[in-house]
């Protein structure tokens, strides 16, 4: 590691040394890689064949994306297998993620959340509104607050304002609780073809608002 | 069947998105992505702009172990064929005489504009002076040129760096067919000290993140 930095007169290299030492330290790891540290462009690295680029990933974004299935399957077993298929279709299909398309922590997302949408379904475990698991739900009455605070959070949060409570409800349920039509019909005490019908309503709205 | 009212594609992509289609609605969805450019848009518009909602599912530390079960069904896959050589320093001494006899042979003026190359490697095959790739590096960009050198039939070259007291090397990138490899956004200080390889894989690179193929080129990066 000294080899590398010692007497270099660039800077991002001086300010680098630390954190590639500490991290040498904890596993064997390419110097390269671990100075990489955005989740673009180590995604962009797993997509050239890096190895060490994915372990980087999994470093970096493993508990929040364990939280996300976590909240979807409800079970830490299932939630792990998640986890651990996701990341394995994070390497096969990391050739093909275009930056152009979105940031990667959402593509990161959206291949966890399918995962775990596949598989609370394929186990057919439905989530009765009685679950008492059910009690920490992400729907909240302060949802709107607890969405970050980050720039691109602001229009959601802005947009999700405006629609009704029990269209934003729903978003909210299917998106982060991967809740069913009929399961948020239940949830919410409206019939299902009502439910249906403002979800997409929502999304229109929701559409207009963030193109704005 | 796909909307063609952008208003009505959009709901239903905004659906998709939220995992709220039926196992049949969704395979529709995704069979019709890649040729949709339209749908394509939507659905990643709706992956964007939702995501926020993401942070509201608490973060939380996976049960130990799963890193280990993902690497091993990653080596599975694909078993390392790496030549035992690439972990020994040996070669790379020799590959460095070889470079001093090239270097000698070759005189490389390269003028150096304000915010123009930091290093400049120039690889070659140990048998022969001849340069086959010319790589500069710098302002978080690497360039990589082939010079006079094509991969086999069906194959392709792929551009490694060789870091000092790292053992193994860091995939940079496959060589496009116009022989010109561009790593953007690259860290390229780190470079200092490292050696560059060319090796020889399948059309899509290595299938391992680790040279499979033989090493035809090699070629220290030097400081401009």
Redo the contacts between chains.
């Keep these: ?1 000294q ?3 010692a007497g ?1 007169v ?1 800077p ?2 001086n300010g ?1 040394r630390g954190f590639v030492r500490n991290a040498m330290a904890d596993h ?1 790891s ?4 671990t ?2 540290s955005s989740a673009a ?1 180590l995604v ?2 797993v997509g ?5 680029a ?2 980087r990933l ?1 470093d970096l974004e ?3 994306l ?3 299935a ?3 399957v409800r079970r ?2 299932v ?2 297998d998640v ?2 298929e996701a ?2 279709q994070v ?1 096969q299909n990391a ?1 093909s993620y275009a930056p152009e ?3 990667a ?3 990161l ?2 291949i966890v ?2 995962r775990a ?1 596949d598989a609370v ?1 394929k186990s057919r475990r439905e989530v009765l509104s009685d679950d008492p698991a059910l009690g920490d739900s ?1 729907e909240e009455p302060d ?1 709107i607050e ?3 605070a ?1 720039a ?2 602001g ?3 802005r947009c999700l304002g405006l629609l009704d409570d029990v269209q934003r409800r729903s ?2 349920l ?3 609780d ?1 809740l ?2 009929s399961q948020i019909a239940e949830r919410l005490a409206q019939p299902l073809g009502t439910i249906k019908g403002r ?2 309503r929502g ?2 709205a ?2 207009d608002c ?1 193109e704005s | 069947m796909i909307p063609d009212d952008p208003i009505d594609r959009s709901a239903l992509a905004g659906e998709y998105v939220l995992g709220l289609l039926d196992a049949d609605e969704a395979r529709e969805i995704e069979q019709a992505l890649p040729s949709q450019d339209a749908l394509r848009g939507e659905v990643a518009f709706w992956e964007n702009r939702l995501h926020p909602l993401a942070a509201l599912a608490p973060a939380s530390d996976p049960p130990p172990g799963i890193w280990e079960k993902i690497s091993s069904k990653i080596e599975a896959a694909n078993p390392s064929r790496l030549p035992v050589w690439w972990n020994n320093a040996a070669p790379w001494r020799w590959t460095t005489a070889g470079l001093a006899a090239a270097a000698a042979a070759l005189l490389l003026v390269v003028a150096r504009p304000p915010t123009g190359p930091h290093f400049v490697g120039v690889l070659n095959a140990p048998s022969e002076q001849a340069p086959s790739f010319v790589v500069l590096g710098g302002h978080r960009e690497i360039v990589a040129r082939a010079a006079g050198a094509a991969p086999p039939a069906g194959r392709a070259f792929e551009l490694w760096a060789i870091y000092p007291n790292v053992s193994r090397p860091q995939a940079l990138g496959v060589i496009p067919a116009n022989g010109v490899l561009r790593v953007k956004d690259f860290p390229t200080e780190i470079l200092a000290g490292a050696s560059l390889a060319v090796s020889v894989e399948p059309p899509g690179g290595s299938p391992t993140g680790q040279p499979t193929g033989p090493v035809v080129f090699v070629g220290k990066l030097r400081s401009l």
């Design positions: 590691m080899a590398i930095c270099t660039f991002a290299c680098r064997e390419d110097v390269a890689v100075a990489l462009t962009e690295a050239r064949g890096s190895r060490l994915l372990k999994y493993s508990r929040r364990y939280g996300i976590l909240r979807i830490p077993e939630a792990a986890l651990q990341f394995i390497w050739g398309r979105g940031a922590q959402a593509w997302t959206g959340r399918f949408l379904r992400a949802v607890r969405i970050g980050a691109e959070a229009a959601l949060r978003v909210v299917a998106f982060v991967g069913t039509h979800i997409r999304l229109a929701l559409r963030l």
